[in-house]
Nanobody, 121 residues
Framework: QVQVVESGGGSVQPGGTLRLSCVVSGRIFDVNAMGWYRQTPGAQRELVANITSAGTTNYVDSVKGRFTISRNGAKTSVYLQMNNLKPEDTAVYYC???????????????WGQGTQVTVSS
């Protein structure tokens, strides 16, 4: 069984900082890209940032210069450093991992349970 577990959400004031973490575990043969998505009530889930196995990063325009995505050397953890947070960053943040799980024949998407980020004064 594969687990994708996020942590690090919370409530901060505008201009504040949070760091999200995500760890994947289980019978994983390989980890490809990993990323962070976010969703607000009534809206579609949107990509915030992702990082490929080669380390190439991609950000939605609204977070460029404020958020930084990174991953550990084993590629089993991904982080999202969020600086200068704004009220419009308020959302549930989900970790996504493109995994080749033992017993499978291809990579598949796996999701965490989500962590709430609230930015409010």
């Amino acid at each position: 069984q594969v687990q994708v577990v996020e942590s690090g959400g919370g409530s901060v004031q505008p201009g504040g900082t949070l760091r999200l973490s995500c760890v994947v575990s289980g019978r994983i043969f390989d980890v490809n890209a990993m990323g962070w998505y976010r969703q607000t009530p009534g809206a579609q889930r949107e990509l915030v940032a992702n990082i490929t196995s080669a380390g190439t990063t991609n950000y939605v325009d609204s977070v460029k210069g404020r958020f930084t995505i990174s991953r550990n050397g084993a590629k089993t953890s991904v982080y999202l450093q969020m600086n200068n947070l704004k009220p419009e960053d308020t959302a549930v943040y989900y970790c996504n991992a493109d995994l080749w799980v033992s017993g499978e024949t291809t990579y598949k998407d796996y999701w965490g349970q989500g962590t709430q980020v609230t930015v409010s004064s």
